[in-house]
């Protein structure tokens, strides 16, 4: 009842957004992003409900209710004194009308009265859900936020939704003469959420309404095959689906993690290698390096590995060969080397094989 008797408080507060779009939708929402009309901040204080964290540079509160955090934000207007970056604000405790219209498109606009549930709709947003279209609030809009054609992007995916014409136009435009001065952070956060959608049509749009110009001028290196159905089988091992989808583009402005390196230098170190340098590498490397040089190198390579050789591991080590009474030296790694390149022909060598192969050779 907690959260039920913040809604009857006040017919200030309303539903905004993501959680309205998808009720219209007939979807399910993760998101319940709570909106009052005037300082949030204030309102938190006169009600009964603990208050865990305040933001008085956005005007928002998290209060606690029900075991569950609940987060509301002040109405609020912003500009971009830098474009590109994360905005400023001008004024909290502005109009319903002034804070939906700084948002990034029509359908994610719409706001719902937490208390009478009607909903309001200043820019149109309900008839671009029926025709299914995405329209962007001003000329610029990407100008101001580019992040916005990746989440134009995602949404266009997730609910089969196209570009409205003059909001494609203006896209193409800014693609023409991106401004690199941009926070590549909010960019690659983007990124991730639009290809963790793990949809080859993502990549496909990516590609084609040349959305990757915003990474940087370069080109991308063409794939070999169909990411989504490539990795499908590897889902439950891999951690990074966003990197492999992007790993064809040039992401040397983007805050890339020390994991995320080491995922692109590990593939780096594939290229040019023969087939057994190339099984050790694939063997020392993460899953989704291996993946990577599948889409844009080798599918078969890496489809043989990760279907049947990557089980394959010798059953002895150097130190059975210390123990037969060889020296150390150069000579036990090569002999190691050397039985394994004869099982992956034949993996069902035993140890006493493996063994008597090293004697040979040593």
Same mark, same amino acid.
């Given at each position: ?42 309102f938190a204080k006169t009600l009964d409900f603990e208050i865990t964290q305040i933001n008085e540079e956005f005007g928002s509160v998290h209060l606690k ?55 309001t709709d200043y820019v149109g947003g309900i008839e671009d859900l029926k025709n299914k279209e995405l329209r962007i609030l001003h000329k610029n809009s ?100 966003? &990197? ?6 040039? *992401?040397? $402005?983007?805050? %890339? !993690? +020390?994991? =995320? ?74 002999? &190691? ?6 099982? *992956?022909? $034949?993996?069902? %060598? !035993? +140890?006493? =094989? ?9």
């Open positions: 009842m907690g959260i039920i008797s913040l809604y009857e408080k006040t017919e200030n507060l309303f539903f905004v957004g993501g959680i309205v779009r998808d009720e219209l939708l007939g979807k399910n929402s993760p998101d319940i992003d709570l909106t009052f009309v005037g300082n949030a901040v204030d209710i029900d075991d569950k955090t609940v987060d509301i934000t002040s109405t609020r207007t912003e500009n971009y004194p830098k474009k590109g970056h994360l905005p400023v604000v001008d004024k909290i405790g502005c109009t319903l009308k002034e804070d939906v219209l700084r948002r990034d498109f029509t359908v994610n606009a719409l706001a719902k009265n937490c208390k009478t549930g009607e909903i990407f100008i101001d936020d580019p992040t916005r054609i990746l989440r134009g992007l995602k949404f266009s995916v997730r609910f089969g939704f196209e570009l409205e014409e003059n909001t494609q136009k203006l896209q193409e435009e800014y693609l023409q003469d991106v401004n690199y001065d941009m926070s590549f952070k909010r960019l690659k956060d983007e990124l991730k959420d639009a290809f963790n959608v793990d949809k080859q049509e993502v990549l496909n749009k990516f590609i084609s309404q040349k959305i990757y110009k915003l990474l940087s001028k370069k080109e991308y290196r063409p794939y070999l095959c169909n990411v989504e159905e490539f990795i499908k089988p590897y889902k439950n091992e891999i951690q990074n689906t966003w &990197l492999i989808y992007s790993s064809g583009f040039d *992401l040397s $402005n983007l805050p %890339l !993690t +020390k994991a =995320e390196n080491k995922i692109l230098e590990d593939y780096y170190k594939m290229e040019n290698l023969s087939d057994f340098e190339l099984f050790k590498q694939f063997s020392a490397s993460n899953i989704e390096s291996v993946l990577i040089y599948g889409i844009l190198n080798n599918p078969t390579a890496a489809k043989d590995f990760l279907g049947k050789q990557r089980k394959i591991k010798l059953q002895i080590s150097g130190k059975d060969l210390l123990e037969l009474g060889y020296e150390q030296s150069k000579k036990i790694s090569e002999a &190691l080397d050397k039985i394994l390149k004869i099982k *992956l022909d $034949n993996p069902d %060598l !035993t +140890k006493d =094989e493996e063994l008597e192969i090293a004697r040979r050779y040593m």
